[in-house]
């Protein structure tokens, strides 16, 4: 995303991880080109297969500013997660970002 005015942008994460195995820490992180924006969840080895998190910021932005989003986990012992897309009607992967003021 690229911000295409200077001012305060409501941005939006929401990342749906399947294939868990026992992956342990998750972290989701909104880059912008003023801040690191952060959620973190902690969970017990092989309680969980899947796993949604969310996140949403306020940012200030000046033109032309940009925002990624990036996924980070710890403690799964291979490739085996993957980020779920698909259509409307599923829970999926998402980013959102608007102009607020």
Avoid: W
């Avoid at 996140?55 to 932005?61: G, N, P, R, Y």
């Amino acid at each position: 995303f690229t911000a295409p005015v200077t001012g305060i942008y409501q941005l939006n994460a929401c990342v749906y991880i399947t294939n868990i195995t026992i992956g342990t820490t998750f972290l989701l992180l909104i880059n912008t080109s003023n801040g690191i924006y952060q959620k973190r969840i902690d969970v017990t080895a092989g309680t969980v297969d899947t796993l949604t998190l969310d996140l949403s910021v306020l940012a200030d932005m000046d033109a032309a500013d940009t925002v990624n989003v990036h996924i980070d986990n710890s403690g799964e012992a291979g490739d085996t997660q993957d980020i779920f897309g698909g259509n409307a009607a599923t829970i999926a992967t998402s980013f959102s970002g608007s102009l607020i003021n």
